[in-house]
């Protein structure tokens, strides 16, 4: 899933290549991705784009008052292209859940982007509206975590008031914005935390090193992403990790094997050595250390 670095790159290049270029069709392809009737997405049809902006994990696309949102989920991604094809989409046929054409006035340029979603379960989400907060995911939304106002002390009120573990409060997108599976793994092995710690546990020592290990994987991963177009994005993010997605290979930091936790639809990766002084967490829900 795209997490915060990627989602802001994304949106740093959409708005360099779509800013002032006017949007001269939209096609729907996943009826079930498009989560709101009022305003109708044909309203876009006609509008110029003002600029794209991240909130959380959401890309918004303003055009002329109207916003065109969407969340990539765990599988979706963009597509851009200066060679669109204006062909019809065939209903259940295609990874492609939308497709926008746009157009540029200043050379007519035509340029298009494709929101496309591998897999069978979809979750990619679509909404056209009037505000950003229109839709309850951005509504809902904790702080950005690489705010001016997001400083030490704000990550420790959360972290002293969650009776949650830490790598689930990491993730909560109502608590803090952007951060996801991904993100929460290399965080919390920078700041050698054991993601089944209780936040509230924690004491002055190890929210200092949270916050310090929470600016320095976001700051680095934003900058690795930094200029990248959306087809080098994925590849970016991967390359970087030390630990997420690294089952069985060593520590950077101190060699021992990189493990693994799995759950029902996702999976944690950690390093015994550096966040649980050695102690092999239980592969089971239950979260606890296996004697």
């Known amino acids: 899933m795209p997490e915060l670095p990627e989602v802001h790159a994304l949106c740093t290049y959409l708005d360099t290549q779509l800013r002032g270029a ?15 009737a009022d305003p109708p997405y044909t309203a876009l049809e006609g509008r110029e784009v003002s600029g794209v902006r991240r909130h959380g994990k959401f890309v918004c696309m303003e055009a002329d008052g109207l916003y065109f949102v969407f969340h990539l989920a765990k599988a979706g991604w963009v597509r851009y292209t200066e060679h669109p094809s204006a062909a019809a989409l065939r209903m259940g046929k295609s990874n492609i859940a939308a497709r926008l054409l746009l157009e540029r006035a200043a050379d007519e340029t035509h340029i298009g982007m494709d929101l496309t979603e591998a897999g069978t379960k979809k979750s990619l989400a679509i909404y056209v509206v009037r505000d950003p907060h229109d839709v309850p995911g951005i509504a809902s939304l904790g702080p950005e975590p690489l705010s001016p106002d997001f400083d030490r002390q704000a990550l420790a009120e959360i972290v002293k008031s969650s009776p949650h573990q830490i790598k689930g409060l990491l993730r ?10 991904a993100y929460s793994d290399e965080i919390l092995h920078a700041a050698k935390i054991s993601p089944f710690a209780i936040a509230k546990s924690l004491d002055e020592e190890t929210i200092s090193r949270l916050y310090a290990a929470m600016q320095e994987v976001l700051v680095s991963a934003v900058t690795a992403a930094a200029g990248k177009p959306s087809s080098e994005l994925k590849d970016t993010k991967r390359s970087n990790f030390r630990v997420h997605a690294r089952t069985g290979q ?3 930091v101190c060699g021992d094997t990189i493990r693994e936790v799995s759950f029902a639809d996702t999976s944690l990766q950690y390093c015994a050595t550096c966040q649980t002084n050695g102690k092999i967490l239980a592969d089971r829900r239950t979260s606890r250390f296996l004697k």
């Open 22 to 36: 006017e949007v001269s069709r939209v096609l729907i392809n996943s009826i079930s991705a498009l989560k709101t």
């Open 172 to 181: 909560s997108q109502g608590v803090i914005a952007g951060i996801g599976n």
């Open 250 to 252: 060593p520590c950077p």
